[in-house]
């Protein structure tokens, strides 16, 4: 685990000259369009929907916990925070996984030339259609994206417990740069690996998405330049250390 999550992160070291000397910044104009499109959207419409899921757990727990009117301003700041707080990680999990299902027909083309000049060799492995891409993009994210908001909404919940809550931010980093990198790994894997074979795939190797996906993260807390940069760089490094990976163990 500690070797794949060292993998991924030194993979992050190389994607810049990958990038430079291959001149792929080009290719990722498109997929930072929409990666910044759709961040805008997410942002806005998780602006509008705190306030009004603050409002709705203060009226729950006022109708069923708190009929007494002292305190009232408390619940209600509370409520507001943890509202803000449950749309800000859905969000975030929603925007993730937006991006990486929408960007996977622009991002299959670029992980196949990193790996066709890692190997020395154009691949006889063809590119999918663009619908096909699509289409494998798609159902990667909905698989993930229901499988880490099942996760998440426990961990929400185990932080509103004293001194657990601290832990619990620990696990939402780890779980949503897991589904990061798993994502970041697929537009590769989709080449040489059937749905079912790449979950297989990454879920053998948690360490290299973990490792991957804790710079994803990270870049995301840069303010706008994160957003501009976060895919160059991510998938170019997933595709460096996943295809190290493929090649070594074929």
Not at 21 to 38: A, D, E, G, M, T
Not at 65 to 86: E, Q
Not at 203 to 215: D, E, H, S
Request: a positive charge.
């Amino acid at each position: 685990m500690i070797k794949g999550i060292t993998t991924g992160i030194k993979a992050y070291f190389e994607a810049y000259k990958i990038l430079s000397r291959l001149r792929l910044w080009k290719y990722f104009v498109i997929p930072v369009v929409l990666c910044v499109i759709i961040f805008f959207i997410i942002g806005f419409l998780s602006y509008f929907l705190s306030g009004n899921i603050g409002n709705y757990i203060a009226s729950f727990w006022f109708a069923n916990f708190w009929p007494w009117d002292h305190g009232k301003d408390t619940i209600h700041n509370i409520s507001n925070m943890l509202g803000a707080l449950i749309v800000i990680v859905i969000g975030f999990i929603a925007f993730k996984h937006l991006v990486m299902a929408l960007s996977a027909p622009f991002i299959g083309p670029i992980s196949k030339i990193i790996e066709d000049d890692f190997t020395g060799v154009v691949s006889d492995k063809e590119n999918s259609s663009f619908l096909k891409l699509l289409l494998r993009g798609v159902r990667i994210a909905l698989r993930n994206f229901a499988k880490e908001l099942f996760l998440t909404l426990p961990i929400l919940l185990f932080g509103l417990i004293p001194v657990i809550g601290l832990f619990s931010t620990v696990l939402l980093f780890l779980l949503q740069s897991y589904f990061a990198g798993f994502g970041n790994m697929d537009p590769t894997l989709e080449r040489h690996l059937t749905y079912k074979e790449s979950i297989l795939f990454v879920q053998k190797n948690k360490g290299l998405a973990l490792g991957n996906g804790v710079v994803f993260v990270l870049f995301l807390l840069l303010p706008f330049l994160g957003v501009l940069l976060v895919l160059p760089f991510s998938v170019t490094a997933a595709t460096i250390a996943t295809v190290k990976l493929i090649h070594k163990e074929h």
